[in-house]
C-alpha cells in the first residue's frame, strides 16, 4: 500500500514489463491493490503523481509494503480448493480421477 504523506496525491499502476495495459489502475482503484499475477516474469510498480502535483513540479515521498505469495495449487483452478489450504478437495476424500483436469473450473451439480 503507497501512503500519501504531505496531501499529495501519490498513485501508483501494475503491470507486466513491456505491456502498457496495466493488471492495476492506481487512478481508479484506489492506493491498495491485491492483484493475481497471471504468468511468471516482470512486473512494473510505476508510482507518480497526480497530473496537477506534477506540472507544480511537486514532490512527495511514499512507502511501498509489497509481498509476493506464490500459490501452492499447481495449475489447478481455485474451484477445486474450497476450504482454501492449498491442496485439491479430492484428494482429502480419496476421490480424484485422472480422466478430470483440474486446471479447469470445477463444475458443480
Known sequence: ML???????????????GN????????????????????????VIRVFLMRNAARRDEQSEFTADISVVKSTLKGMHP???????????????????HTVDYSLPRKLN
Not at 79 to 97: A, I, L, M, R
Open 3 to 17: 501512503n500519501k504523506i504531505y496531501q499529495i496525491v501519490v498513485i501508483f499502476n501494475i503491470l507486466p514489463q
Open 20 to 43: 502498457p495495459t496495466a493488471l492495476f489502475v492506481g487512478p481508479a482503484k484506489g492506493d491498495h491493490a491485491e492483484v493475481t499475477i497471471p504468468d511468471n516474469g516482470d512486473y
Open 79 to 97: 474451484s477445486w480448493d474450497v476450504d482454501g489450504d492449498g491442496v485439491n478437495d479430492c484428494e482429502k476424500d480419496g476421490s480424484c480421477d
